[in-house]
Nanobody, 120 residues
Framework: AQPVESGGGSVQPGGSLTLSCVFP????????IGWFRQAPGKEREGVSC????????YYADSVKGRFTISRDNAKNALYLQMNSLKPEDTAVYYC??????????????WGKGTLVTVSS
């Protein structure tokens, strides 16, 4: 099974998008999940993650105050609400599942990614 992202697209600076990721065949209750992104010519970077209990979240400094991560364990789903988008947010966004309830032990499953393009 592999996570599947959706919701990417093209948007003008200042616009919003919501990314979704479903994890078919998984039971997510005990695992942290999150988002990474990779811009052209750059390394993949962590954007945000959320703990299994929903109690803890992490955001990269570059997206704090603009992006909001959430999850719905009943739907095996992960979301990323992205507001006030900037051209530097342009990247392929990947969802991932971690090996434990928080990000300490790394990731074990990745989606194929969804492209977000922010341009006027």
């Amino acid at each position: 099974a592999q996570p599947v992202e959706s919701g990417g697209g093209s948007v003008q600076p200042g616009g919003s998008l919501t990314l979704s990721c479903v994890f078919p065949g998984f039971t997510l209750n005990h695992y942290a999940i999150g988002w990474f992104r990779q811009a052209p010519g750059k390394e993949r970077e962590g954007v945000s993650c959320i703990s299994s209990s929903d109690a803890d979240t992490y955001y990269a400094d570059s997206v704090k105050g603009r992006f909001t991560i959430s999850r719905d364990n009943a739907k095996n789903a992960l979301y990323l609400q992205m507001n006030s988008l900037k051209p530097e947010d342009t990247a392929v966004y990947y969802c991932t599942k971690y090996r434990s309830s928080w990000y300490r032990y790394g990731m074990d499953y990745w989606g194929k990614g969804t492209l977000v393009t922010v341009s006027s």
